[in-house]
């Protein structure tokens, strides 16, 4: 009667098992079929504060894009701090398939960044003039210099999140794609394209029979 | 039963294997230009977003973010042609420009503030990727909505100040501007 008691006993929590491994597979499986839906937000209306009005003279000859991929990786230290680490991960269903796999990984953020680096002239400046001489006319210009660089929220994606990130977190990744951005405009020598160009416009708005001369200082 | 459960738990490591791979980026871009920016208005705005509309979720979220944009207005010198510049004398010159437009729209990473957040119930915490959608939207509701300011009336009072100047500097007493009819009011950026 006891070993047919145990038995029963047995296969129930058998059964039990198995109708949960049924659940988490059909979980798995609905999950992996149907792309979640994106929630369809909508912002609640707030008012948009004019903060500030500045009057610039900015001439942007020349404009360079690109995507910067930035990744930020944390990896256990420990074996035991791997396990917790682990089942920690269970609470969030999104982390499930890295803490069945008993990934290294602790956290990862991958962002692709799409950014733009203007390149141009601030006419405002002191430097900026226009004189003429007897066979020449005389147009100085500043040297040109970056005049903007924009990474929008439209432009970036994120590939690859896996654990808890900080707004401070993500603002860095986002500042260092900018300076990459930077960092491969200037390698590319865009300030002698941007003179170029600006040249080009220049010709056109000042109409005179002698001699354009451009200074940069 | 054991060959059930063999399958079974393949099939569930199969659904777990990652399938992303990098998209392919797009070689870089250089492209000459020809804005004159006039004017920059620096926007302020509260992004509020009440994530309580799924019935089958429990619990409610919600989410206040500062942001600041700052948008750059101005002509496009590349849509000036020779025929829209005459010297009616040596003391009078005639320029038709193009209608003003949005030049450049930038919203720094430096001002996004997560002001507050209130989640409940079996809801998780906001990720990157949701607050990245979130701004996203802030980013198009500020491009709507700036529309409405005096943005591109600055920018087309504030080029004619610097041609004024531009071609005063040059000898001419009489600088007439004038700007084509927009086809629309735009925000080309």
Redesign the interface.
Known sequence: METKNKSELFRFIINIAVICLIALGGVLIFRKCKKPEVAVWKLTQTPLQLEKIRNIAELSTVTYKDEIVVDSIEYFKEVGEQVIGNITKLKNPENWKYSIRGSAIKRQLTLIIGGEVHYGFDLKSQQFDIHETEDSMIVTLPKPTILDVITLPSKTTVFLEHGDWSDYARISMQRKAKTTLVNRANKLGLDKRAQKQAENLLKQFILTDKKLVFNYL | ?KH??YI??C??LI??Q?E?T??E??V????????????????????????N??WYKLGDRKILISV?AKA?A?VD??K?S?AD?V?KNKKT?SITLPAPEI?????N??D???VHTDVNGFR??F???E????????????RK??MQ?DILK?AEK?AVV?LRD?YK???YENVIIDFKIPETYGDKK
């Open positions: 039963m059930f459960l079974l738990l099939l569930i659904t777990c990652e992303k990098l998209p980026t797009d870089y871009q250089i492209q000459d230009l020809g804005m004159l920016s006039t004017t920059e208005y620096t926007f302020g705005k509260i992004l509020h977003l009440e994530d509309k799924e600041r750059k101005g010198l590349r000036v020779n510049i010297e010159i030049i450049s729209f930038d919203m990473t430096e996004v503030r997560t998780m915490e990720n990157q990727e607050k990245i959608k979130i701004l996203e939207m802030g980013e198009q509701a500020i909505e700036m300011s600055d504030n610097f531009f500097n040059q000898g």
